[in-house]
Nanobody
Framework: QVHLVESGGGLRSPGESLRLSCVFSGGTFQDYVIGWFRQTQTPGAEREFLGLVDWSGLSAVSPDSVQGRLTVSRDNAKNTMYLTMDNLKPEDTAVYYC????????????????WGPGTQVTVSS
């Protein structure tokens, strides 16, 4: 059974940087596309796609609100994926999740089969 665990969240001040890790276990890491999502506590908020990396290192980042501030990467030797976000803003406050799927990269949360429990990131002065 695939298992994902995020770490690195917490309280940050506006303008600081953030690095989250996602450790994968229970399967062959290279078989999976790993994506990062976030979800705010706003009622009805959906999980927002942030970025993904496939087994070869091919990455995609979205949406416009994080363009230029976000990078995603993975270390296949460590079964770990990373998210780095610079110049944090209060609107980046959310629970951040990593998720895994086999097959082609997809940008919607509904396409991912396995999810970590999430890590809370709060950006506040």
């Amino acid at each position: 059974q695939v298992h994902l665990v995020e770490s690195g969240g917490g309280l940050r001040s506006p303008g600081e940087s953030l690095r989250l890790s996602c450790v994968f276990s229970g399967g062959t890491f290279q078989d999976y596309v790993i994506g990062w999502f976030r979800q705010t506590q706003t009622p009805g908020a959906e999980r927002e796609f942030l970025g993904l990396v496939d087994w070869s290192g091919l990455s995609a980042v979205s949406p416009d609100s994080v363009q230029g501030r976000l990078t995603v990467s993975r270390d296949n030797a460590k079964n770990t994926m990373y998210l780095t976000m610079d110049n944090l803003k209060p609107e980046d406050t959310a629970v951040y999740y990593c998720a895994a799927r086999t097959g082609a990269p997809r940008y919607s949360a509904e396409n991912y089969n396995y999810w970590g429990p999430g890590t809370q990131v709060t950006v506040s002065s």
